[in-house]
């Protein structure tokens, strides 16, 4: 075991030769860059200190008699709802086009947790981080409140008459109407715009997404003779290879793909197997990060590889190519044989994917998939998904209309149009110009500060819609709560505007009553389908399948050339927590760490650590990137990633949206607080200014960029190096050594030994002392499959939502005082293109011989007779013992009393959880509310608590299903038998404190392991 100066395993670049010994929390930096920006002289302390002090006598005096409160009763109370209990409503989440199945938690009439479906047949029962922060979303008291008329107040009744009487001109006119929405997979709302526009004799719906697949369409028309999107079946392929596709983490449907790619990455069993998965890429994804191969490409290079990959596989299909000479391919030839002959073997069981936007790199994805005999197979053609439809065409056509002043009304909703688009103030000018402009959005956004009327639409818990993100798979959306705002579904809006007014949801009974229903054969009635289908949240429909042409081979067309390299090659892309700019205004999301970089509240250009060296760059160092074709330039901090491609830079969009302003005094008031946003006024900086419209495509990726350091320094908030777990070498146990936190070994390796990669060390189950937390009844403990975690953070904002863990804002993150209970930690193996990454949630771990809780002089952290490590909130008095004795670093202080001055927001806090006041220390408690209210609920039916009947909340949502809950105490629960696999170890186990928590250790199906010399079996 190396224990010298040099980690195996590393959080960042300037970790990467750090000492293990040193101490694994220093000041903070950032602390002392901003005492040094502004300095505090001791008079200008001592008067603040003074007023702060005077101002707090006053408000305790104020404050020292809790406001009077009155509780009033239901006077008629809804059947089967019990004060102070939680039901679930089934639901469709709407936080992305991927329309996850969604269980609405509502207590007291009060939309509190959101759930994955667990029978919805897409998600399983998972459900991401968007999806779980949609209450904070619905208690937004920056929601409109009313619909808008030039930026002032209006009432529904005005808007609709001023509306009706310009639509009626129009008509009349035979001008041209125009409707622009992100992809609509709701039926109901789609035949409800057809409905709307068929009035008109020049009217058209542009579907317009943020990240769209329309490339993938555009190539099955010219393959398949069908501009659809297959439904993609991971779990049925055996080999998987990603040219750029972020399949786990933002593409099309990442919660449905890594439930089903978790099925084939469990390798336990007498004989063990596993999928393989390749990803070939040039920014560091979250699916590149899990992928058992990794390999550095640029995005013009894809097409590149491919083609090597079509002749040699052609060749063995006996299909003929035609073609020159290709180049050289960008990857070694036994990497690029090896793909081939995976892929061969598993013909019909495997599945190649990409999400290129070049309509020819997609048909050899095609032809390969074809020649493997994959479609029918692991891409369904004849029941597609419907989750991403956007026509770039269509935007770009729309885009010249108002520049030639050809639209007479322009009506958009669920995207920013004028915030996704190059060319902005053209784009304004030009829609300044529209007699008639309508947005639908829920808050100010930039088109919406452009139109003449804001007709804002419920939140989708407040709203009746449905929805069919793969055909045949329909679901519905339910109201869980009486609209909050003054808002109006858009259904009504558009039945409304079409002078044919209904609530919405008669519109959507109807449809379905004539659509949906008699496409099923299961019952007669439509009011039990109805009721059945509501119930469960979806019906599954036979549908006639979609009619496809044999395949087209001339439509294929090999790239021979290896493309030039000019400047740096630019990605733009979104990421998880900020799908699209809809989602900028959540602040659970702005401070979600990123899976992959661990940066909070910023966007920033992404750069390999050779280029920062070539470029003398570090984290924070602000740069300019220039489009040298067009002239456009923005400026924003940069970030060293590694395992990304020296020549690429990415940058995120949806950042710099109008309205994140209201961030700027987020998080506590004090001294030295800095602001969460930049210099713009905003939360980060809108980079689809580089984006490329062409007359059919809308290019996310951009050659020929210069890349330039500026004077300027803009520190990011990155939690990446908190908390880090290092053990120095002399408290290694005797005979023992020091441990990683993570434990990794290969399938070969696995398979011959299933305690490959296992750390040796000598302690047993006999202690020095007698059992000092005897656990005769119920022992609760849990276990983390990393070989299924792909590191997403829904868990993270699960427990948030579930915990009432507080926002802290960015300048507090730089401090290393965020709150979340659990992080994800995130670490690096290896160098340049060859780092692999690996993930692992960690938690408090509820300790045996907790070093907490003997250090605590007033017993404010105590074990409980089940094994839970407890956290008496009343006791606590802040001396942060505790968390200094916390060998894992899982314990959060809360250095302020953090605002809850918005009382409509104080709407989403729980309320079977104590909202935790400045001077007390918090962290995970397994959500021990969830396993009192199972204890009562087994008392009071007398029936015992069954194992899975609790789970705490990271595992209800984890869509890969990597989280186990249960009583160790029970040899039949399926924690005991994660615990008692030969993958299980302990983190820090060589300390003796006797974690509650184990993990399940990562096998990668590689051939050799990279870090052979690092392993060790036990």
Known sequence: MN????????????????????????????????????TIDRRRFLEAAGFTLSLATVAGCDSARAPDKKALPLIEQPEGMVPGRMRYYASTCSGCSAACGLLAGVRDGR????????????????????????????????????????GSNASWGDVDAEIIAALQQIEVSGGAVRMVTDTVTSPTLQASIDDFLSRFADARHVTFDAAGSGSIRRAHEKTHGAAVLPHYLFERADVIVSFGADFLGTWISPVEFTAAWRTRRVPDGPHPKMSYHAQLESRMTLTGSNADERLVIRPEEEG??????????????????????????????EQLQDLADRLWEARGRSLIVSASEDDQVQILVNFLNHVLGNYGKTLDMERPSHQQQGSDADVAALVKELRDGKVAALLVAGIDLTHYLP???????????????????????????????VCPDHHILESWLDAEPVRGVFSLVQPTVQPLKGTRSILESLATWSEKPAFAQDVLRTNWQEKVFPRQNRVSDFGTFWDQSLHDGFAKIVTDPVTTSPFDQSAVALFDVAPEVIDYT???????????????????????????????????ASVAPETAKELSLQDGDVVRIEAHDSGTTIELPAFVQPGQHPR???????????????????????????????????VGTNAAPLLVLDDERLLHVRTGVRLTKTAAHHALATTQEHDSLDVPPEVAPLGGERRHAIEETTLVQFAANPKSGSHAHPLGDVQLWAEDHPQEGHAW??????????????????????????????DEVRRQREMHWIRIDRYYSGEGANTTVSHQPMMCQHCDNAPCETVCPVLATVHSEEGLNQQVYNRCVGTRYCANNCPYKVRRFNWFDYPHNDVFENLSLNPDVTVRSRGVMEKCSMCVQRIQEAKIESQCSGEPIVDGQIQPACQQTCPASAIVFGDLNDPDSKVSAAMNTPRSYRVLEELNVRPSVGYLRIVRNRETDTHAEDHHDG
């Not at 030769?17 to 000041?27: F, G, I, W």
């Open 423 to 453: 060319a902005h103030e053209k784009l304004v000018q030009a829609i300044s110009q529209i007699p008639l402009t309508v947005s639908f959005a829920e808050r100010w956004n930039d088109f919406a500060q452009l139109a003449k009327f």
């Open 304 to 333: 590149l590889v491919l083609s090597h990959l079509a002749a040699i596989l052609a060749q063995r299909a006996g299909v003929s190519l035609t073609g020159s000479e290709l180049a050289p391919a960008p990857i070694a030839a």
């Open 648 to 682: 690429v830079l990415s940058v995120a969009l949806g950042y710099g949206s109008p309205g994140t302003e209201r961030f700027a005094n987020i998080g506590p008031e004090w001294l030295e607080s800095k602001s969460t946003v930049g210099r713009n006024g905003l």
């Open 111 to 150: 939309p509190l947790k959101m759930e994955g479906n667990p029978e919805h047949p897409l998600s399983r029962g998972g459900l991401c981080a968007v999806g779980q922060a949609l209450p904070l979303g619905l208690y937004d008291s920056h929601r409109l409140d009313n619909p808008l008329k030039d």
């Open 3 to 38: 224990d010298g100066t040099v980690n195996k395993y590393w959080k960042s670049p300037e970790s990467r030769n750090r000492s293990v010994a040193m101490p694994e929390r220093t000041l903070d930096e950032s602390v002392a860059e901003a005492s040094a920006a502004g």
């Open 570 to 604: 630019l990605i733009l892309h979104n990421t998880i927590a900020i799908p699209d700019s809809r989602h900028a205004h959540n602040p659970w999301l702005q401070e979600l760490p990123d899976p992959v970089s661990k940066v909070t509240w910023d966007n920033y």
């Open 781 to 810: 403990g849990m276990a983390i499959d990393l070989n299924a975690c792909s590191g997403c953070s829904a868990c993270l904002i699960a427990c948030q939502s579930e915990n009432n863990v507080p926002v802290v804002g960015r």
